[in-house]
Structure formats: structure tokens, C-alpha cells
């Protein structure tokens, strides 16, 4: 599976537009936290990432993708803790993204789904 175009888009930064390219660690997690800030209100399991995870975050604050990714209060992290369950973990962290990574994340999705498409075309059933 080749992502031709996930890597690298043009995004725009404040005033300026500007290439940013992303690895594939910060393309899936990119992915997975946009998804936590549109279905969880933010909010972000650790449980489901690793120090590469963390590496990315880093580095994508530093792209201008990511304004927030911080450590939740233990009295949150306390009161979720009585809803967790074996399927649905306990959140530690939230993330506010940018419109810039919300734009990056778009173009990730699109890409992803492109790459997966049939190879023939088929036609919908009337």
C-alpha cells in the first residue's frame, strides 16, 4: 500500500501557506487524535500510544498541527475512572488541534481512502 500524497500537503499556517510532510507514525497518530477530538471530545486514551506516539506529538506542536496536548486533572482522570470499563479506557490526556491539523488530518483521511479504493469501477445498483 503506497500513501502517495499523505506525507507531504500544503497546509495553511496563520497568514503563511507552507509544505508540512509527515512520517507515517505522525500520519496514524495525526489520525487517531483527530478522531478523539471530533468523537471524545478531546479527550485521548495513553493506553493506545506509545514514546513513538509521544515523539510525534513533539514534533507536530512544533508544525503549528497541535495547540493543546496536556495531561487531564486527576479529578477528571478520577471521575471517568468509575465509567472506564475493559472496552472503554480511561482517558488521561486531551488534544485541541489546529484548523491546520484538522486540514492535515482531511487530506490524511482522503489519501488513506484512495489508496484502498476497488482497482475496477463499480457501479451502484439502481
Do not use: W
Not at 495525526?30 to 514514546?51: I, P, Q
Not at 506516539?53 to 471521575?79: C, H, W
Amino acid at each position: 500500500m503506497k500513501l502517495k500524497n499523505a506525507s507531504r500537503s500544503l497546509i495553511q499556517t496563520g497568514d503563511d501557506m507552507k509544505e508540512i510532510k509527515l512520517t507515517k507514525i505522525e500520519r496514524t497518530t495525526l489520525l487517531y487524535l483527530e478522531s478523539c477530538a471530533v468523537d471524545k471530545c478531546g479527550r485521548v486514551e495513553s493506553r493506545r500510544m506509545n514514546e513513538d506516539d509521544y515523539e510525534a506529538i513533539t514534533n507536530m506542536k512544533t508544525l503549528g498541527l497541535i495547540e493543546a496536548f496536556q495531561r487531564m486533572p486527576f479529578s477528571e482522570v478520577e471521575r471517568f475512572s468509575k465509567m472506564a470499563s475493559v472496552n472503554v479506557g480511561l482517558p488521561t490526556h486531551y488534544v485541541i488541534l489546529s484548523v491546520a491539523g484538522f486540514a492535515m488530518a482531511a487530506r490524511c483521511r482522503y489519501d488513506r481512502a484512495m489508496a484502498h479504493k476497488p482497482s475496477s469501477t463499480v457501479e451502484a445498483k439502481k
